[in-house]
């Protein structure tokens, strides 16, 4: 079965940096494209970042562009998102997502904390 | 940037029918998803491509898109259908989610 596991999250201080990851199984992760998705405390969804199935094309929230970066090791079936320049609004719990044109599979999310 | 606007709440008494709207500039020549996500879980969905329903979501539930609206209706509404419910489209290569509306079953 579908499977994805993310890790990596935690308190981390205004500016500094944090990397997430997503662990894919059960199904041919170089065949799909995968998304974050964030989720404030009490909040709505909000996407924050794709990235084809092939790695060659990502796209990213206008709130994240130019601070996070996502990339996929299809060797380790394996999903990153690496934070820079963290903001206290980045505080949320990041899900990862399989794309199939609609988001058929979410992970539980690992819940990341921007705090001084 | 493209946004996609849902009422905060919707009310169903048990048994009824519930309409949960999406409004989005044009939205009826977009393919719409809807996502269930109940409290401390995550999002799972109920229908995508406008109307499509995954294996394993009730036939209760239903979508449509048209013109500027986007809508899922839950039939025969269960206390289990309590959650919120967000639309999501693509835009620009960009996944656009609606603010999200609760629903209360009562």
């Known amino acids: 079965q579908v499977q994805l596991v993310e890790s990596g999250g935690g308190v981390v201080q205004p500016g500094r940096s944090l990397r997430l990851s997503c662990a894919a199984s059960?199904?041919?992760?170089?065949?799909?494209?995968m998304h974050w998705v964030r989720q404030a405390p009490g909040k709505g969804l909000e996407w924050v970042a794709v990235?084809?199935?092939?790695?060659?094309?990502?796209f990213y929230a206008d709130s994240v562009k130019g601070r996070f970066t996502i990339s996929r090791d299809d060797s380790k079936n394996t999903l990153s998102l690496q934070m820079d320049s963290l903001r206290p609004e980045d505080t949320a719990l990041y899900y990862c997502?399989?794309?199939?044109?609609?988001?058929?599979?979410w992970g539980q999310g690992t819940l990341v904390t921007v705090s001084s | 940037s493209y946004e996609l606007t849902q009422p905060l709440s919707v009310s169903v008494a048990l048994g009824q029918t519930a309409r949960i709207t999406c409004g989005g500039n044009?939205?009826?020549?977009?393919?719409v998803h809807w996502y269930q996500q109940k409290p401390s879980q995550a999002p799972v969905v109920v229908i995508y491509?406008?109307?499509k329903r995954p294996s394993g979501i009730p036939e209760r539930f239903s979508g449509s898109n048209s013109g500027n609206t986007a809508t899922l209706t839950i039939s025969r509404a269960q206390a289990g259908d309590e959650a919120d419910y967000y639309c999501q489209v693509w835009d620009t290569s960009t996944a656009v989610f609606g603010g999200g509306t609760k629903l209360t079953v009562l």
């Open positions: 044009n939205i009826g020549n977009k393919n």
């Open positions: 990235i084809s199935f092939d790695g060659s094309n990502k």
């Open positions: 491509r406008d109307s």
């Open positions: 997502a399989r794309d199939n044109v609609e988001l058929d599979y």
């Open positions: 059960g199904f041919i992760f170089s065949n799909h494209a």
